[in-house]
């Protein structure tokens, strides 16, 4: 198996098992939702990796290989660039997917503290921020956003909602930086 065939391979395993995990956590709908917006980079980082091996590959001085200096497929300098280029390009793909998480439930955050803040700001609403807020957050939420928590400010002419929370980290007892999303939105008020 060529080197760039190995990459490639790995890229997939990745984000087969990105995908097995994200179903098991977070639910089958979030998943496909991180991974349309995740899939993209992994799929640009294999290019550039392909772009990378194969220019290291040119730029080497071709030295005569026999048979004899082989290990299973890839030649002793294939290997050892292997074992130090492949799990670098894993790590930062694991990062990307990471911060692919943290954004969605940041996106999460902002949506509940609107949709929170739109409901208690109708005219005549008497329905509370923090309870519309906390329903918003109910339904999408799905373990993504973690440990959050509501508040409301009411002014003359305004409801402000602030959400905050945690996201989902996939790294163990690394703590991702918190979430702090608010909404302002002005008060209907009705005018003959």
Same mark, same amino acid.
Do not use: C
């Given at each position: 198996?060529?080197?760039t065939?190995?990459?490639?391979?790995? %890229? +997939?395993? @990745?984000?087969?098992?990105? !995908?097995?995990?994200? $179903? &098991?956590? #977070?639910? /089958?709908?979030?998943?496909?939702?991180?991974?349309?917006?995740?899939?993209?980079v992994?799929?640009?980082?294999?290019?550039?990796?392909?772009?990378?091996?194969?220019?290291?590959?040119?730029?080497?001085?071709?030295?005569?290989?026999?048979?004899?200096?082989? %290990? +299973?497929? @890839?030649?002793?300098?294939? !290997?050892?660039?292997? $074992? &130090?280029? #492949?799990? /670098?390009?894993?790590?930062?793909?694991?990062?990307?997917i990471?911060?692919?998480?943290?954004?969605?439930?940041?996106?999460?955050?902002?949506?509940?503290?609107?949709?929170?803040?739109?409901?208690?700001?109708?005219?005549?609403?008497?329905?509370?921020?923090?309870?519309?807020?906390?329903?918003?957050?109910?339904?999408?939420?799905?373990?993504?956003?973690?440990?959050?928590?509501?508040?409301?400010?009411?002014?003359?002419d305004s409801?402000?909602?602030?959400?905050?929370?945690?996201?989902?980290?996939?790294?163990?007892?690394?703590?991702?930086?918190?979430?702090?999303?608010?909404?302002s939105?002005?008060?209907?008020?009705?005018?003959?």
């Amino acid at each position: 198996m060529k080197r760039t065939e190995a990459v490639m391979l790995g %890229l +997939g395993v @990745l984000l087969l098992a990105e !995908a097995i995990i994200g $179903v &098991l956590t #977070i639910g /089958l709908t979030k998943t496909l939702w991180v991974l349309v917006f995740t899939v993209g980079v992994p799929i640009s980082l294999g290019f550039i990796a392909f772009l990378v091996l194969t220019a290291v590959d040119a730029l080497r001085t071709r030295a005569t290989r026999t048979s004899a200096h082989s %290990l +299973g497929g @890839l030649e002793r300098g294939h !290997a050892s660039e292997a $074992v &130090l280029v #492949i799990p /670098l390009i894993l790590g930062v793909i694991f990062v990307i997917i990471q911060v692919g998480i943290w954004a969605h439930a940041r996106n999460i955050a902002v949506y509940s503290a609107r949709e929170g803040a739109t409901a208690a700001a109708a005219y005549q609403s008497g329905q509370s921020p923090e309870a519309a807020t906390q329903a918003a957050l109910a339904g999408n939420a799905d373990g993504v956003l973690r440990s959050y928590s509501v508040t409301s400010s009411h002014g003359e002419d305004s409801i402000t909602v602030t959400v905050r929370g945690q996201s989902l980290s996939l790294i163990p007892m690394v703590q991702l930086p918190p979430i702090e999303q608010s909404v302002s939105v002005p008060v209907e008020t009705y005018v003959p």
